[in-house]
């Protein structure tokens, strides 16, 4: 099945910085997704990015798809970006993959 | 709110007993998932239901039993679990099982002692 590597693991951020998260993916997908796990446990799909590029508020995603990966900015941090990042990704022949996720901390 | 509720949100139980639990979606979603989340690890699909039936069963152990009543109610009972099964369960529903966008609960973080 497909591969999904997100980098970095860990990342800890003050209040007002910007950051680069990134996936890595082994195959063609036809899906593409970054999710925000909050620290209660709740999943958010943040954008659904196959390919291209995308911006909600302070947050944006570029999918490179040729290349295989793909890049979530956050500008302008704020503690309640705190939590897990997680990209998950779909080929024609299997299911949903997620990544191992980064676990962000942004600090007042 | 994201329209998908698990019930209970912790749950504690021993390698003997027999528990459920419960995830309702409001969005009138025909697709359902089970998800397992353990700590460190990527999240597991583990079964998927479309209009009621089981399409798909990632080898999970006969420890877990899902059941889906109906489009909006899906069941994962639980008995003779192991400690290793201690993790977060999550459910899913997306419009049907070709949507993309899937919407999840909140998580039942089970503790099995």
Do not use: L
């Given at each position: 099945g497909i591969q999904v590597e997100q980098s970095p693991p860990d990342l800890i951020l003050q209040e007002g910085a910007n950051s680069t998260l990134r996936c890595?993916?082994?195959d063609s997908v036809n899906n593409l997704q970054w999710f925000h796990q909050n620290p209660w446990g709740q999943l958010i799909n943040l954008f659904?990015?196959?390919?291209?590029?995308?911006?909600?508020?302070r947050l944006s995603a570029t999918t490179v798809a040729t290349e295989r990966y793909s890049l979530l900015y956050i500008s302008s941090s704020q503690t309640t970006d705190s939590g897990v990042y997680f990209c998950a990704a779909e080929t024609s022949g299997s299911r949903l993959t997620f990544g191992e996720g980064t676990q962000l901390t942004v600090n007042p | 709110e994201t329209g998908v509720t698990q019930t209970p949100r912790h749950l504690v139980m021993g390698m003997t007993n027999k528990k459920s639990l419960k995830c309702e979606q409001h969005l009138g979603h025909n697709a359902m998932y089970w998800y397992k989340q353990s700590a460190k690890k990527p999240l597991e699909l583990m079964f998927v239901y479309s209009l009621e039936e089981r399409v798909e069963n990632n080898s999970v152990p006969s420890r877990f039993s899902p059941e889906c009543p109906n489009s909006s109610h899906l069941f994962l009972h639980l008995h003779t679990l192991q400690p290793e099964d201690s993790a977060l369960y999550l459910c899913a529903s997306s419009q049907d099982v070709r949507d993309r966008i899937?919407?999840?609960g909140q998580g039942t973080r089970l503790t099995v002692v």
């Open positions: 890595n993916f082994s659904y990015i196959p390919s291209g590029t995308k911006q909600n508020g | 899937a919407f999840f």
